[in-house]
């Protein structure tokens, strides 16, 4: 029950009465009790960064609207929507049964448009709160092996954030941002009188507790001297393999993404003036397995960095970053050639600026233990969990319409995501920014082999798009999906709020292939594609694992509603690299293109046909069979050209797996490289 209490002092004492406001029903269950509790307005929701609930604090608002969250004994939580009225009793709007595990929910704090639980399973849980009271899971972390009681969560100035909790016989005060025990209270465990008290700047704590009938007190002082010192800040813990850039300052900083083999997305500041990596605090993401793929688009005002791994899972994030007047320390530099300057690796930073990084949503969405009970039970469906995300391509929905000449309400945003998979599929997903969610538009015809690269093209001159794969195959295929497009926006327009939208694009879930050309002998291992300024041609670079690189302009063309592909330059060179491709670009601004390998390579060259010279360095292409495709390319007198080499030289990044072009605020393409390390190249005067 919500209590109301008044106090009225009248001449000589003061009485106070109590009435009951509001009586909350919990959903029937073994142990039926509040653990925790916390009282949002619902007029905060739409706000920046609202004030801090606490779980036993006596709510105040001045909101007619209220939405309680509370925990129980058995783990679970709910919400509840109160309005100021007569009294009533209220059920839950939403559940979350057995979240926490069986031992109870201990916490629960609402910042920032966020919910943070933790509980007696040493897990700190977020969720999405709306206004009509859903909550929406967005993450999960569990801290340290052997912490499997979390008392609670408290935020501090300067945006820290720290977890009060039992380990083993201790208590420990627990920094969430640096990662460190900052207080070990020696107590004996849990106890069933016991409190604590931190002080407001996070430099003091005490704690009190019972034991063998006597009352104990402690008070420990957390000082700058008690942390540890880093002497080199920790990136990831594995290789590297994918970046994206993610947006690019008025000052020419860069920010930069990296998923790693550690299952985790960081970010990164990259400051062309001083030449060096900072990385950005709290831009953690994590997932449950490898990341593979990245990718980012712009929508709106924010910045929508998706990302794909193993278990068939992708995330979405929202990225507001904060480069701007970042401090820079000194770092090492290494001149790997003097061709072509050379930028700096990482360095250890002491301080690092914040950047707000939120997650959206997650394909598939996460499931209780009961609902992975009941999954087993059914069939298995195409998607497998066992797969992996390969290849990401975003694009977002303004570009789309603008290129597609549709008409579509001002107000709809969001990015079209396409996902390669490794057993084969092309499948299509739409996030609306309004509620932001993962749904499946269309997906393609099987391959036989699997999907490693996945690169999307505007064609805004005849209005239609484009999407390029490759892989396992040695084969590059081209998809249109300007028609699926089409109609998801005529859907859309007839169901403007969202409702039957799954109904309506069940005829959408499987789209064709154009055409299909072979590019390589094994396996297509990266793919770089780009429009040439006639604006119906496609010009596809690729590497794969036989250390060679192929360039081939396809012209697209829309006749009678079908499209149809035409074959036009091709250059081909079978000894780039001595082994395998790990990466190709088009520089910007440049008729250069950047190559990189695992043999720590990279390499310049230049596309040329009437250089007498490099007419030996021309061989044919590889005989691959050929292969029935819907609509068949047509080769019409195709043009020898030829790789020219222009520089090389060695990177200090070992198997590298992954490289990103950008340009830099001084007009220079630079190049940043991700493997064992991450480095970053600059090229110019070539």
Request: aromatic share 6%; hydrophobic share 35%.
């Given at each position: 029950?919500?209590?109301k209490?008044r106090?009225?002092v009248?001449?000589?004492?003061?009485?106070?009465?109590?009435?009951?406001?509001?009586?909350?029903?919990?959903?029937?269950?073994?142990?039926r009790?509040?653990?925790?509790?916390?009282?949002?307005?619902?007029?905060?929701?739409?706000?920046?960064d609202?004030?801090?609930?606490?779980?036993?604090?006596s709510?105040?608002?001045?909101?007619?609207?209220?939405l309680v969250?509370?925990?129980?004994?058995?783990?679970?939580?709910?919400?509840?929507?109160h309005?100021?009225?007569?009294f009533a009793?209220?059920d839950a709007?939403c559940t979350?049964?057995g979240?926490?595990?069986?031992?109870?929910?201990n916490?629960?704090?609402y910042?920032?448009?966020?919910?943070q639980s933790c509980?007696?399973?040493?897990?700190?849980?977020?969720?999405r709160?709306?206004a009509?009271?859903s909550?929406?899971?967005?993450?999960d972390?569990?801290?340290?092996?052997?912490?499997?009681w979390?008392?609670?969560?408290?935020?501090?100035?300067?945006?820290?954030?720290v977890?009060?909790?039992f380990?083993?016989t201790?208590l420990?005060?627990?920094d969430?941002?640096?990662a460190?025990?900052?207080?070990?209270?020696p107590?004996?465990?849990?106890?069933?009188?016991?409190?604590?008290?931190?002080?407001?700047?996070?430099?003091?704590?005490?704690?009190?507790?019972?034991q063998?009938?006597?009352v104990h007190?402690?008070?420990?002082?957390?000082?700058?001297w008690?942390?540890?010192?880093?002497?080199?800040?920790?990136?990831?813990?594995?290789?590297?393999?994918?970046?994206?850039?993610?947006s690019?300052?008025?000052?020419g900083?860069?920010v930069i993404?990296?998923?790693?083999?550690?299952?985790?997305v960081?970010?990164?500041?990259?400051?062309?003036?001083?030449?060096?990596?900072?990385?950005?605090?709290?831009?953690?993401?994590?997932h449950v397995?490898?990341?593979?793929?990245l990718?980012?688009?712009?929508?709106?005002?924010?910045?929508?960095?998706?990302?794909?791994?193993?278990?068939?899972?992708?995330?979405?994030?929202?990225v507001?970053?904060?480069?701007?007047?970042?401090?820079?320390?000194?770092?090492?530099?290494?001149?790997?050639?003097?061709?072509?300057?050379?930028?700096?690796?990482?360095?250890?930073?002491?301080?690092?600026?914040?950047?707000?990084v939120q997650q959206l949503c997650?394909?598939?969405p996460?499931?209780?233990?009961?609902?992975?009970?009941?999954?087993?039970?059914?069939?298995?469906?195409?998607a497998?969990?066992?797969?992996?995300?390969?290849?990401?391509?975003?694009m977002?929905?303004?570009?789309?319409?603008?290129c597609?000449?549709?008409?579509?309400?001002i107000?709809l945003?969001?990015?079209?995501?396409?996902?390669?998979?490794?057993d084969?599929?092309?499948?299509?997903?739409f996030?609306?920014?309004d509620?932001?969610?993962f749904?499946?538009?269309?997906?393609?015809e099987?391959?036989?082999?699997?999907?490693l690269?996945a690169?999307?093209?505007?064609?805004p001159?005849?209005?239609?798009?484009?999407?390029?794969?490759?892989?396992?195959?040695?084969?590059?295929?081209?998809?249109?999906?300007?028609?699926?497009?089409?109609?998801?926006?005529?859907?859309?327009?007839?169901?403007?709020?969202?409702?039957?939208?799954?109904?309506?694009?069940?005829?959408?879930?499987?789209?064709?292939?154009v055409?299909?050309?072979?590019?390589?002998?094994?396996?297509?291992?990266?793919?770089?594609?780009?429009?040439?300024?006639?604006?119906h041609t496609?010009?596809i670079?690729?590497?794969?694992?036989?250390?060679?690189?192929?360039?081939?302009?396809v012209?697209?063309?829309?006749?009678?509603?079908?499209?149809?592909?035409?074959?036009?330059?091709?250059?081909?060179?079978p000894?780039?690299?001595?082994?395998?491709?790990?990466?190709?670009?088009?520089?910007s601004?440049?008729?250069?293109i950047?190559?990189?390998?695992?043999?720590?390579?990279?390499?310049?060259?230049r596309?040329?046909?009437?250089?007498?010279?490099?007419?030996?360095l021309a061989?044919?292409?590889?005989?691959?069979?050929?292969?029935v495709?819907?609509?068949?390319?047509?080769?019409?007198?195709?043009?020898?050209?030829?790789?020219?080499?222009?520089?090389?030289?060695?990177?200090?990044?070992?198997?590298?797996h992954?490289?990103?072009?950008?340009?830099g605020?001084?007009?220079?393409?630079?190049?940043?490289?991700?493997g064992?390390?991450l480095?970053?190249?600059?090229?110019?005067?070539?």
């Amino acid at each position: 029950k919500w209590w109301k209490v008044r106090a009225a002092v009248l001449s000589s004492s003061s009485t106070l009465s109590c009435q009951a406001h509001v009586e909350f029903l919990l959903p029937p269950c073994k142990h039926r009790w509040i653990s925790a509790v916390t009282v949002v307005p619902t007029s905060s929701l739409g706000n920046k960064d609202p004030p801090c609930g606490d779980s036993r604090s006596s709510p105040a608002s001045s909101s007619s609207a209220m939405l309680v969250v509370a925990g129980d004994r058995k783990g679970s939580l709910h919400t509840f929507r109160h309005c100021d009225g007569a009294f009533a009793i209220q059920d839950a709007v939403c559940t979350l049964p057995g979240i926490h595990g069986k031992n109870g929910v201990n916490d629960i704090v609402y910042r920032g448009g966020r919910i943070q639980s933790c509980g007696r399973d040493g897990h700190v849980r977020v969720f999405r709160l709306s206004a009509a009271g859903s909550l929406e899971k967005l993450s999960d972390r569990k801290f340290l092996a052997g912490v499997d009681w979390l008392e609670k969560i408290i935020h501090l100035p300067n945006d820290r954030q720290v977890v009060v909790g039992f380990h083993a016989t201790s208590l420990m005060v627990w920094d969430m941002a640096r990662a460190e025990a900052l207080v070990t209270v020696p107590c004996g465990g849990g106890h069933r009188s016991w409190h604590h008290c931190l002080s407001e700047n996070g430099e003091r704590v005490a704690f009190a507790f019972i034991q063998a009938s006597r009352v104990h007190y402690c008070l420990a002082e957390i000082s700058e001297w008690s942390r540890q010192r880093i002497l080199q800040a920790s990136f990831h813990g594995r290789e590297m393999t994918c970046l994206a850039h993610v947006s690019t300052d008025s000052s020419g900083s860069a920010v930069i993404a990296s998923g790693s083999e550690d299952c985790s997305v960081r970010l990164s500041s990259y400051n062309h003036a001083v030449g060096e990596f900072q990385l950005l605090q709290h831009s953690a993401c994590t997932h449950v397995s490898g990341v593979r793929a990245l990718a980012s688009a712009s929508s709106g005002d924010t910045c929508i960095l998706v990302s794909g791994g193993g278990r068939s899972q992708i995330k979405a994030w929202s990225v507001a970053s904060a480069t701007a007047g970042c401090s820079f320390l000194a770092c090492d530099r290494a001149s790997v050639a003097e061709s072509s300057p050379c930028c700096s690796v990482t360095s250890a930073v002491a301080e690092r600026r914040g950047c707000d990084v939120q997650q959206l949503c997650q394909y598939p969405p996460p499931l209780s233990h009961r609902e992975r009970r009941l999954q087993r039970q059914q069939p298995p469906t195409r998607a497998s969990a066992e797969s992996r995300v390969m290849a990401l391509a975003v694009m977002s929905v303004s570009d789309t319409t603008r290129c597609l000449g549709v008409h579509v309400d001002i107000s709809l945003q969001g990015v079209f995501v396409w996902a390669a998979y490794s057993d084969g599929w092309l499948r299509l997903f739409f996030i609306d920014g309004d509620l932001p969610s993962f749904r499946l538009l269309a997906e393609s015809e099987r391959q036989s082999r699997s999907l490693l690269c996945a690169e999307v093209v505007l064609l805004p001159l005849i209005s239609s798009m484009v999407v390029v794969t490759a892989g396992g195959s040695g084969e590059v295929t081209m998809w249109n999906t300007g028609p699926v497009l089409r109609e998801f926006f005529s859907r859309r327009r007839c169901c403007p709020s969202g409702s039957g939208e799954n109904e309506a694009v069940e005829d959408l879930l499987l789209f064709h292939s154009v055409g299909t050309y072979p590019s390589h002998q094994c396996t297509v291992t990266c793919l770089s594609v780009e429009l040439v300024d006639d604006g119906h041609t496609v010009q596809i670079f690729s590497g794969g694992d036989d250390g060679s690189l192929v360039t081939q302009c396809v012209s697209v063309v829309i006749c009678e509603g079908a499209m149809s592909l035409q074959r036009g330059m091709l250059a081909y060179r079978p000894d780039c690299h001595g082994s395998t491709v790990t990466g190709i670009c088009r520089l910007s601004g440049k008729d250069l293109i950047a190559s990189t390998s695992c043999d720590q390579r990279v390499s310049i060259w230049r596309i040329s046909g009437d250089t007498p010279e490099t007419r030996s360095l021309a061989m044919s292409p590889p005989t691959v069979p050929q292969r029935v495709t819907f609509t068949p390319i047509r080769e019409d007198s195709c043009k020898q050209w030829f790789f020219k080499a222009v520089s090389t030289t060695i990177t200090d990044v070992a198997d590298c797996h992954a490289m990103l072009s950008w340009t830099g605020g001084s007009s220079h393409s630079l190049l940043a490289l991700g493997g064992a390390g991450l480095q970053c190249l600059q090229v110019e005067n070539l």
